[in-house]
């Protein structure tokens, strides 16, 4: 399986920016190492001196598909989760400063924290979704779905445009503001429309 994660598709002011919203989503992959497994410590890799926390609202893809009509991709995904995109930002700024891809610095292992899932039968609309990352209990990142440039169906239509999606894949659907750096004893949780999806203890 793999992980598709899409970059940038919030803005902090949406709505003065909305007519200048990115011509595309900026989208990356995650191999299935990368998932940090469940109840273990996330540890801070030597190559970096900057991971950043990025908390994102999952997408669990159920079925085959490619080249999906945005009108048919709610028939795609029956559960939402919420999990964090970890990243090697100081790694990252000089693989992006070489033009060079991102991977080394978004793909290691244990960048990716995937928490429960839940049906998305629960929710009126999963358009309209809040979410938040708590640091030591404290929340740092604030988020709602109907803030992102491109909503879950459209990214589910335009990624399977480039990829085909297997029954299995996880869609990270990118993070709203406030993301920072995290360091040893730390303790990250997040939160869905209140409840608690995850939690990860950082060494
Ligand atoms: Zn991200």
Redo the contacts with the bound molecule.
Sequence with gaps: MKLI?I?RNYTAHIQELANERPEEPVVFIKPDSAILPKDQDFYIPEFSNEIHY?V?VLVKIKKVGKHIDQKFAHTYYDEIGLGI?F?ARDLQAKLKEKGLPWEKAKGFDGAAVIGKWLSKDRFEDTNDLNFSLLKNNEVVQKGNTSLMLWKIDELISYVSTYFMLKKGDII?T??PSGVGKIVANDYLSGLLEGQEMFSVKIK
């Design positions: 994660c970059g990025e994102e995109d990243t990270f990118g993070t």
